[in-house]
């Protein structure tokens, strides 16, 4: 069955009877339908906070293979209760690019999902939306303001970066020139469209504390500079406030169900390889207030999301992972060892062990953190005896604990293993988490730190836009702020087709962007892509409704 015909037979629980589960009242909770709800803030206690344990699930770096720790964080966390650990899965949620793209939905598979699994991958609540709203409205007052003969604040738009976004991949989007027409329509400028979980605003609702604490983030977006080089924020504009209006509701956690009937939360959905890649500060502290274990994930490898998710989500809301899970699969393994896409289901021992340096890597990017990482085999049925043993072997050798996951034939029974290594670390208090920079360090110190010890770079090179963008922090004052890298995630290098482990390689910043809003700064290595396009034949061509109104083809 797929995973849609899967999560279609499950008699889902009244979100109710979840809340329930979590100690909360049908009062506690804004219901949305019978099978989603929204967590009031007030709900957070952060003495509990630091009473939990979380737990933070990554990969290796992926492949077209897939690896799937979207299913495994879900059959973790289920495993977990069915050890008796009063458990929590707190996840990112879908963008409708992807979902109508190449690469689907994100609400795990098979028989480890959280449901309603068409709800969360459509429009859910309307978070993205909000999102959405929000920056497009930041983008039209800046352009009122360039247009304007009485309240104008004299920017010049040949300086602003600030474009519009939508929820979608469409490639002609990119770049556009608007205000054509007349004067009467606008200045004429060069601008674009972003997807909307690219934008700054999801970066910014991500790490936000609070409803104020993300109006001062909004206030804090830098727009660009007026005519006589002085710089422009978005409180300037006076906008803050109605772009937290439009997020009143979009700040909130959104409740749902795993497919065997335990609390998930899942909310925001920023971009890993350009942005943080993880959920908001505020679910995840909502998970630990309500159970003693929260499972989370960060997008892409250990070294974008988990470092992202360690060195900046983690040392601004004060967050300290007990253990990390690092998920493998042995398809991803031999296609980083060298072997063909299309014979990853043959049995291959040799370019398995010849990709297990990609593993080794990332296994020793999470201990850089001084936390203790657990091997999670994702098993596959075209996995072999030997393979996995080859893996086994290695982990041995290594020090370091393996499970083998059958989380999406078995849901919580495939990952008993892996919950008990999970447990015993935290029981064991191996984990002592330390940052792997201090944010008041200088700029270029902060990104030769994660080039050379998470992607294990030479050094760094500088292009002369990066070095101006340098000069530019500098002047703003914005050195302290933490880096947040925008590098492909094929590759531990900046280049996508070195696979494996590369050695012997530098890497190169084009430029940095700020994002003073969020809170980081962006190296932009290599070329990123913020709007993506649809492939010759888009999921959307399978998916459709009926007059009964089941929907088929989504997944």
Known sequence: MTDLDIASKIELKPITSIA????LHSDD???????????????????????????????ISPTPAGEGKTTMSI??????????????????????????GIKGGATGGGYSQVLPMEDINLHFTGDFSAIEKAHNLLAAVIDNNIQSKTNSLGIDARTVTWKRVMDMNDRSLRKIVIGLGGTGNGVPRETGFDITAASEIMAILCLSDDLEDLKKRLGGIFIGYTLDRKPVYARELKVEGAMAVLLKDAIKPNLVQTIEGNPAIIHGGPFANIAQGTNTVIATRMGMTLADYTVTEAGFGADLGAEKFLDIKCQSAGLSPKAVVITATIRALKYHGGADLKSLTEPNVDALIKGLPNLEKHLENVQQFNITPVISINRFVSDTEEEIQAIKDFAKSKGIRVALAEVWAKGGKGALELAQHVVDIVESGSS???????????????????ATKIYGA?????????????????????????????????????????????????????????AAGAGFLIPITGEMMRMPGLPAHPASENISIDNKGTISGLF
């Open 20 to 23: 329930e589960k979590l100690g």
């Open 458 to 514: 030479n050094g760094v090179n500088y292009a002369g836009k990066a070095l101006s963008n340098l000069k530019t922090i500098a002047n703003l004052g914005l050195e302290h702020l933490p880096i947040c890298m925008a590098k492909t995630q094929k590759s531990l290098s900046d280049d996508p087709a070195l696979i494996g482990r590369p050695t012997n390689f530098e890497i190169t910043v084009r430029e940095i962007e700020i």
């Open 432 to 450: 002592n988490f330390k940052p792997l920079y201090q944010w008041d360090a200088p700029v270029k110190e902060k990104i030769e730190t994660i």
């Open 75 to 100: 059959g973790l966390s289920e495993g977990l209760h069915q050890l008796g650990k009063k458990t929590i899965v707190v996840l990112r949620e879908p963008s409708l690019g992807p979902v109508f």
């Open 29 to 59: 909770i804004e219901m949305y339908g019978k099978y989603k709800a929204k967590l009031p803030l007030s709900k957070i206690d952060l003495k509990k906070v630091q009473q939990s344990n979380l737990i933070l699930v990554t990969a």
